[in-house]
């Protein structure tokens, strides 16, 4: 997905390591989108969300590509229309948090990726653009809001991590907050501070303990190239 040349696009691309390039993969998204988020696992790939419009009216548009048909197919919509999310997977179950409606959202839908598969699946005929019936059943959840918004997702543990963001007097925090499952609660780190105050940054987990954080916002909205690396070992 993305934007080219003034154009909202459905193109996926793959890195093949061996020869250190880009390629176009063989079958595009269904819908093409902007500011959406993909989800690998489970040997699928899920797209999530984003605006087909310029206007950047969100979608809830999430369709499923998996290796065992080759094909995408549409699955269980999100709960809200949503755009720029940023997605973790805890034990094979996605979560996003971080996007837009209309306005900044505390909202964290998510969903056990092999059920959206097997929605998806489960009903071949269906053409990827149709909507799909009976959403009183959505394998999408929520969890307890967010304690900021625009934070970026990262997991570790067994628990979610929500990283920067802003709060509701607009002050933009360089806090980290995790989320148990186990017991539904966000709780700030509170040796866990980034160095400086990002908004939506991206955020990843990298092997030995270790949280990479990247770009962002800063409180004067300015765009930051900046990459933070810092350790997990207390969170």
Same mark, same amino acid.
């Given at each position: ?145 967010? &304690?900021?918004?625009?934070? +970026? $997702?990262?997991?570790?543990? /067994?628990?979610? #991590?929500? =990283?920067? *963001?802003?709060? !509701? @007097? ?26 400086? &105050?990002?908004?939506?940054? +991206? $955020?990843?987990?990298?092997? /030995?303990?270790? #949280?990479? =954080?990247? *770009?962002?916002? !800063? @409180? ?16």
């Amino acid at each position: 997905g993305g934007v080219a040349d003034g154009t909202i696009v459905k193109t996926v691309y793959h890195y093949k390591p061996e020869s250190q390039q880009w390629e176009e993969f063989l079958q595009p998204m269904p819908t093409a989108r902007f500011q959406l988020t993909v989800i690998s696992a489970q040997s699928a790939l899920t797209a999530c969300g984003g605006s087909t419009h310029f206007s950047g009216v969100p979608c809830t548009t999430v369709e499923v590509y998996t290796t065992e048909t080759s094909q995408w197919h549409t699955t269980d919509p999100l709960p809200v229309p949503c755009w720029m999310m940023l997605s973790a997977t805890i034990n094979n179950t996605a979560y996003l948090l971080g996007g837009l409606t209309t306005d900044a959202t505390k909202t964290v839908p998510h969903a056990p990726v092999a059920s959206l598969i097997q929605r998806a699946t489960s009903h071949p005929q269906q053409s990827a653009s149709a909507a799909r019936p009976d959403s009183t059943s959505s394998a999408w959840k929520t969890l307890r809001d967010t &304690p900021l918004v625009g934070s +970026a $997702a990262a997991s570790h543990g /067994g628990m979610l #991590l929500a =990283v920067g *963001g802003k709060n !509701d @007097q607009c002050n933009i925090l360089p806090a980290v907050h995790v989320y148990s499952p186990a017991t539904s609660t966000w709780i700030r780190v509170q040796s866990g501070n980034l160095p400086e &105050p990002r908004y939506t940054c +991206a $955020a990843v987990e990298l092997a /030995g303990n270790r #949280l990479l =954080v990247v *770009g962002g916002r !800063d @409180q004067g909205w300015i765009r930051m190239n900046t990459v933070f690396l810092g350790s997990l070992i207390s969170v």
